[in-house]
């Protein structure tokens, strides 16, 4: 039946798609022979010749699409009624041909003339999708008032969906690109990553790639911190990528990290799903089109490029909105993406889980949609993502009931009031920094400049003209999960500038969750995303179509150049090198000769951690601490007593190559109790023990602290 559907669809579009052929192949080819010409023969910078190529060839487009391409939509209408359309457009898909250009040149540093390959293939579909969808949508039923058939309205949903598609890869990956996505998105640059959280991240794939490929839980990282060792979940490696790129191991580059194709991808469908939500809600494809890139460029989702890839996924929220408007219950699409959420990120599994529960509530009261969720609908995701969880090793460490949810970090990273205005120094050039506690930045809900215009107009509006637009039914279950996750986000205690107004008790059984779940400020991104998209239907039901459309447009720009900084900053820090200093042919030797690397004292927070976790990543030698987002206590204790009595006793374990740090005493009395055939010494600034050594010292950069060895 869709196979049919789809042909039928593809025959009504097929008279317009042979027609755009010949128009759109006459201007692709002057724009791409132009181009050519230019790159071939001058030494201009391929984006201008780009931009030549366009010019030469716009007015082709313009004029042939309307007067032959789309000659039914367009009808006796003048082409200057159509032409801001045309013009954006045509727009488009000069951004589409610079974003070729750019990353062919620039990023793959590849010959500007394999541009013209996507300009060829790519451009004209996405643009036939652009121009069939909206420039020429539904013209005969605008000026007629004669309804479209149900075949003719079919003919558009293809093309509607390859619209919104290119639409949200090319503003996607603009602003992904503005943000210094060019030094992510490349697979073997692991240097961006080099710092802090990232390299958590980088590490924890480095050493799951290498793992058995039949293991349980699949996936198990028992190098990964050796006796502390439990899971990529909790070193935020994104279980969604590590497992499929693990069973691609053998072919893929050292090193290699998929973090950059993810953020990549997250630009997009927040775009996407941003348009598709707005277009729900019945705003023009104009409107939904600067709706969607307000929502690409939200401060919310930007900040996590500071180092929580996995988080900057909030399009997972925006796409459980969209299945909680949607008039009918799509049990399956709900399961789809809670199972695809569960391999991304414990805090964003449960916002859209709480999501599903409120629209499962919702039309269960008969609050919206048609007819209530099944049983098999509400069960299955309850069974199947647990089950998920525990393949993937959620459950590897246990959760903490020793301590308070105040002692854990509940109510310390958490919102503050004013967190929807205040810019939180980088985020804003026009608008201050508010003063705030110190995890409050994780609580930034901040709306950007053009959110925030727009917020401070529509409180105006509704306190002096009561124009703003009532909420139906349809989003009451919806508005209540945001509400409670916005209380959620605060905290039992209650702050605004830095200020506590509040500090309410919560009985300690809450404790398990409130520990787990300790960063609450995270919590606010479902009130900040909606806030901005109901501005948005604001500024359309308030100011009408077109004035609508320009007001969001300067609110854009402004939001747009704001961020101008924010841009500059993560260019810069994206960009900065990174090499690590274990370069002496001392560690290339110790790599064959040991399996595992012990630092000691054992912990994350050594300033020779990431260089000497990265050789040992590298080696495929396990460490006997990791930076985890969750690690059991008691073994953690154990090891370091353990390493600490090696190294201060001498019994040093043959397989072990260990590396000190600290203030001297420790390594002064490993030097002194070592056993005899110990190296002690320096290696590139990093003091090691290197039990039963019998390899080179001075000739590779080893230096020795006991002059007989």
């Not at 006997?624 to 006793?649: I, P």
Request: proline share 6%.
């Amino acid at each position: 039946m869709r196979s049919s559907a789809l042909a039928a669809k593809m025959r009504l579009l097929a008279p317009e798609f042979i027609r755009f052929a010949f128009v759109g192949g006459a201007a692709t080819l002057v724009h791409a022979a132009v181009y050519t010409a230019i790159v071939s023969w001058t030494a201009l910078h391929p984006q201008i010749a780009n931009a030549l190529g366009f010019l030469s060839a716009v007015g082709i487009s313009v004029l042939g699409h309307h007067h032959f391409t789309f000659r039914e939509a367009s009808g006796k209408r003048e082409l200057a009624d159509s032409s801001w359309r045309l013009g954006v457009a045509a727009i488009f898909g000069y951004l589409l041909n610079a974003l070729f250009v750019y990353v062919v040149s620039d990023v793959l540093a590849a010959g500007p003339r394999l541009a013209i390959l996507p300009m060829i293939f790519v451009t004209p579909v996405a643009t036939f999708a652009l121009n069939r969808s909206w420039v020429f949508y539904d013209r005969r039923s605008n000026r007629s008032g004669e309804a479209l058939g149900s075949k003719e309205r079919a003919a558009n949903t293809l093309p509607s969906l390859l619209a919104v598609l290119s639409f949200s890869c090319v503003v996607g990956l603009i602003v992904f690109l503005l943000f210094g996505g060019q030094y992510m998105i490349m697979p073997t640059n692991t240097a961006w990553m080099m710092h802090y959280d990232p390299s958590q991240h980088y590490m924890g794939w480095a050493y799951f790639r290498d793992t058995p490929l039949f293991q349980f839980p699949l996936g198990a990282n028992p190098l990964f911190g050796d006796k502390i060792a439990s899971s990529i979940v909790f070193s935020d490696s994104l279980p969604l990528f590590a497992l499929p790129f693990k069973l691609a191991n053998a072919w893929l580059p050292r090193p290699f990290q998929y973090f950059g194709i993810w953020i990549a991808l997250c630009f997009c469908l927040q775009t996407f799903f941003a348009f598709r939500i707005l277009r729900q809600l019945g705003m023009p494809p104009e409107v939904a089109g600067l709706g969607g890139i307000l929502l690409a460029l939200s401060p919310a989702m930007l900040w996590r490029l500071d180092g929580h890839e996995a988080l900057i996924g909030q399009w997972v929220l925006l796409a459980g909105v969209l299945l909680c408007l949607d008039k009918r219950w799509r049990g399956g699409a709900w399961l789809l993406l809670l199972a695809v959420t569960t391999l991304i990120h414990a805090y964003l599994f449960v916002m859209v889980a709480g999501i599903w529960v409120a629209d499962v509530a919702g039309r269960s009261l008969g609050w919206h949609g048609e007819g209530s969720p099944n049983l098999r609908g509400i069960v299955a995701p309850i069974v199947i993502c647990p089950l998920i969880a525990w393949s993937v090793g959620y459950f590897m460490v246990a959760p903490r009931t020793d301590i308070s949810a105040r002692d854990g970090g509940f109510g310390f990273y958490h919102a503050e009031l004013q967190t929807f205005f205040d810019s939180n120094v980088l985020w804003s050039y026009m608008l201050p920094d508010m003063p705030n506690g110190l995890g409050a930045n994780e609580g930034l809900g901040f709306l950007g400049l053009g959110g925030c215009a727009l917020l401070i107009l529509a409180i105006a509006v509704h306190i002096w003209r009561k124009q703003f637009p009532k909420p139906t039914p349809a989003v009451r279950a919806l508005f209540l999960i945001t509400v409670a996750f916005a209380l959620y986000a605060f905290s039992n205690r209650i702050a605004i500038v830095n200020e506590t107004i509040a500090s309410i008790p919560l009985p300690h059984v809450l404790d398990p969750f409130l520990v787990a779940f300790r960063v609450s400020g995270r919590f606010i991104w479902l009130a900040s995303h909606l806030i901005l998209l109901t501005l948005v239907v604001f500024a359309f039901h308030w100011a009408g179509r077109r004035i609508g459309t320009i007001l969001l447009a300067v609110a854009v720009v402004g939001q747009f150049l704001d961020l101008q900084p924010a841009m500059a900053y993560y260019r810069q820090k994206l960009s900065t090198p990174w090499e690590n200093p274990a370069q002496s042919d001392f560690w290339n030797e110790a790599a064959h000769k040991y399996q595992r690397l012990a630092f000691a004292p054992a912990s994350p927070q050594n300033p020779n951690y990431l260089p000497m976790a990265m050789f040992a990543a590298e080696n495929g030698l396990a460490i006997n601490v990791a930076y985890l987002a969750r690690h059991d206590d008691s073994k953690m204790a154990a090891e370091q007593n353990e390493t600490l009595s090696s190294v201060e006793n001498g019994t040093l374990a043959p397989d072990t190559l260990y590396v000190v740090w600290g203030d001297g005493k420790l390594f002064e009395t490993a030097v002194a109790n070592k056993p005899a055939d110990t190296f002690a010494g320096q290696v590139d600034g990093f003091s090691v023990l290197a039990p039963g050594w019998s390899g080179c010292t001075d000739s590779c950069g080893a230096i020795a602290a006991d002059p007989t060895r």
